[in-house]
C-alpha cells in the first residue's frame, strides 16, 4: 500500500503550554485509522496540528511533501479536509450555499456539474436533501455535523480527519456517516477517526491508535485489541 501520510516527533503548543509530546502515526491510503484516548489526551489538537490550525513542530509528510509550515488553505488545496468537533457552518447560508463552499475554486465547472455533484452528497445524506433550502443555523447539532462532513467531502480530500462525527446523530444518520466514509476508503482515500463510540470505529477501522498524554501509547491492528483492553491502553496512556 502507499503511504498517504506520515507523521514524525510532532509537537504542538497552546500559547506555551505543550499538548503533543512527540507524535509518530503513519496511514496508507485505503486505509481507516481510528484515534482514541481519554478527554484532554491531545487528540483533536493532533487533527488541528495535522491542517496548521495550532503551533507544531516535527514532520508532517502527505502525499510525499513535506506540509509544516504551510497555511491551513495549502495544506486544503493538497487533499486534506477536516471536519471539526464544533460543527462550523455558515448559520446564514442555506445548506446548498454551504455544501457550494466546500467544492474547491479549480473544480467549479459550470453550474449543472456543481448541482450534480451536490445532488450526488444528497444521495448520502437524505436529511440534508430536505433541508436543502434551509439556513444551516437552524439546523439540529447532529444534521450540522452531516453537512460540514459532506461539505469537507464536496472538496475530494485524499485524507479526511474527523473529530468525533456521529455525536447527537440518530441510528440512521451514523449509518450514512459509516457509509460515506467506508466508500471515501474504498477509492483509494483514507480517514483518521477521532470517535468515542469503540463498537462503530471497530467496524470500520484497519486499525486503531491509542493517545495518552500527547503520545501514541498503542498502534496496532483492530483485531488486537478488544474494548477491555482498548480501556486499559486508554488508562495507560492517562497515566491511571
Not at 447539532?141 to 485524499?158: D, F, T, Y
Not at 459509516?178 to 466508500?183: F, G, P
Request: aromatic content about 4%.
Amino acid at each position: 500500500m502507499t503511504v498517504l501520510l506520515e507523521v514524525g516527533s510532532v509537537c504542538a503548543w497552546y500559547g506555551e503550554a505543550q499538548v503533543l509530546h512527540g507524535v509518530d502515526l503513519r496511514i496508507e491510503a485505503g486505509e481507516l485509522v481510528l484515534l482514541c484516548g481519554r478527554n484532554g489526551s491531545g487528540r483533536s489538537t493532533f487533527a488541528k496540528a495535522l491542517v496548521g490550525l495550532v503551533r507544531r513542530a516535527g514532520s508532517i509528510v502527505f502525499a510525499g511533501e513535506e506540509i509544516v509550515g504551510l497555511p491551513t488553505f495549502e495544506i486544503a488545496r493538497r487533499g486534506i479536509g477536516y471536519v471539526a468537533e464544533q460543527r462550523e457552518v455558515f448559520p446564514t447560508l442555506s445548506v446548498e450555499e454551504n455544501l457550494r463552499l466546500g467544492i474547491k475554486p479549480g473544480q467549479r465547472a459550470t453550474g449543472r456539474a456543481m448541482k450534480r455533484r451536490i445532488d450526488e452528497t444528497f444521495d448520502w445524506f437524505p436529511l440534508l436533501a430536505q433541508r436543502r433550502a434551509t439556513s444551516a443555523g437552524v439546523l439540529s447539532g447532529g444534521e450540522q455535523q452531516m453537512l460540514v462532513l459532506a461539505r469537507a467531502l464536496l472538496g475530494e480530500p485524499r485524507l479526511v480527519v474527523v473529530d468525533e462525527p456521529t455525536e447527537g446523530l440518530a441510528p440512521q444518520a451514523v449509518a450514512a456517516v459509516e457509509a460515506c466514509l467506508q466508500s471515501l476508503c474504498e477509492q483509494g482515500g483514507a480517514v483518521l477517526l477521532i470517535e468515542q463510540r469503540l463498537t462503530m470505529a471497530q467496524r470500520l477501522a484497519d486499525r486503531i491508535a491509542v493517545m495518552g498524554h500527547g503520545r501514541i501509547v498503542f498502534d496496532g491492528a483492530v483485531e488486537a485489541l478488544d474494548a477491555t483492553t482498548i480501556d486499559e491502553w486508554i488508562a495507560i496512556g492517562s497515566g491511571r
